[in-house]
């Protein structure tokens, strides 16, 4: 790491050739731009398709506005990630993910493929494609500050310990959302279970690797807070680095009636031609 000695900004000058020499550094933590330079492009997508991709650091956050039918993938290198994450309708972000709704229309408290993630409004903002993890949680959201301050001894979200909820309103805000703007969460690649007794059972990880596969059924405004999950009962701040890819193709597209998970229950068909009705009326 460089110290402030090491750099010299004591003139205008100075400051400009300072910058100017950072400029060639590559953050592991950054993104990746263009997204065609992703060290790590899925194998099965053309690198060129790519409009998102980034690595988030642990304890990190990211945001995107992704077009209608865009793909969205989420991997797990370590096995150590956790991908808590918020989709809103990027037309009207008023409406925006509503985990009950999520568990309550498909019957099915539990994510995993085919699971459609409903808004307040019974539209689908977006369905899970494909899941090779099978560790989710629809029930328990992020880490709050007072959490981690117990947990930890620290929440500063510059510091070691960042909590979730405080990463999604720094993200939230980048998009003209406030704290009041900021609901649960699902979180990916670290999963809990209801036991018999009702309480929560933690599964942690299926191990590393794993990937979640979503496609956009809106315009969507996607955060995502890379952060230890709150039931996770390691004393220590664990998390790993969690890759992100988004892509769009001509081939990539929304659900359709063509497809299957449409009409996986009665409830679900009429989120999706609530969604569909939507789109529609707006050209989209």
Known sequence: MALA?????????????????????????????PASSSPFCPDDVAPDSLTWAETV???????????????????DPTGEACAHTLVYNALEPTERLNVADTQKIPWQAYLGAGHPLLSGDGRVLATILTDTSGRHDAFCGTSTAAWNALRYG??????????????????????????????????????????????????????????????????????????????????????GPLRVHAWRTPETFPTTPADERFDASPEVRRAYLNTLDYAEARGL
């Open 5 to 33: 000695a090491d750099h010299s900004t004591d003139t205008v000058l100075n400051a400009r050739a300072d910058a100017r020499a950072q400029g060639g550094q590559v953050s592991d933590w950054m993104p990746y731009l």
């Open 57 to 75: 650091a642990p304890g990190g956050y990211t945001h995107k506005v992704l077009a209608r039918g865009t793909r969205l993938r989420l991997e």
């Open 154 to 239: 620290t929440a500063l979200p510059e510091g070691p310990a960042p909590a979730g909820r405080d990463l999604f309103v720094k993200a939230a805000a980048k998009h003209g959302l406030g704290p009041a703007d900021v609901p649960p969460s699902v979180s990916f690649f670290q999963g809990v279970r209801v036991a018999s007794d009702g309480s929560f059972e933690w599964f942690g990880s299926s191990g590393a690797g794993t990937a979640v596969e979503l496609v956009a059924e809106l315009p969507l405004i996607v955060l995502i807070a890379n952060v230890p999950h709150p039931r996770d009962p390691r004393p220590e701040y664990v998390v």
